[in-house]
């Protein structure tokens, strides 16, 4: 009886050290996830580029000023992403709701540049009362 106690308590320490290794040691995420709120002062400090990565006509109904469009969704995103913008600038990224902005991080981040996704998207954004262009 000792001895199962004993090699619960060993097998139950060394599980616990695993899990705390693997924690520690998970890989952060390639990008920084921030709210509308850190997203607007963002923007305002200047010196980003800000790319909604919704469809063109997603963009025509309405964006964020200043706002860029490269749709995440073409094949091209990749490339048009590389042309268009400055790898020394950070990217300022967002879509809809969120999910499509994760994947153009993604790629943005894959191909060198520093990214910031908004979450919530814009619906998020104009929730929050932020002003945006058609």
């Known amino acids: 009886m000792k001895n199962i106690l004993k090699n ?10 695993f899990v705390g290794f ?8 390639a990008f920084d996830n921030i709210d509308v709120n850190q997203f607007e002062k ?15 006509k997603e963009y025509k109904e309405g964006h964020i000023k200043d706002a860029q469009n ?22 300022a990224v967002y879509c809809r709701s969120g999910r499509r902005s994760v994947q153009a991080c993604d790629i943005l981040k894959a191909s060198g540049f520093k990214t910031y996704n908004l979450l919530g998207g814009i619906l998020e954004w104009k929730s929050n009362g932020k002003s945006i262009e058609e």
């Open 8 to 17: 619960s308590i060993r097998v139950s320490i060394i599980l616990s050290a």
């Open 22 to 29: 693997v924690a520690c040691n998970s890989p952060k995420a």
């Open 70 to 91: 490269i749709d995440v969704l073409k094949d091209t995103f990749a490339a048009i992403a590389k042309q268009k913008l400055d790898k020394r600038k950070p990217v």
């Open 42 to 56: 963002l923007i305002q400090k200047g010196n980003v580029q800000v790319v909604d990565v919704r469809t063109e």
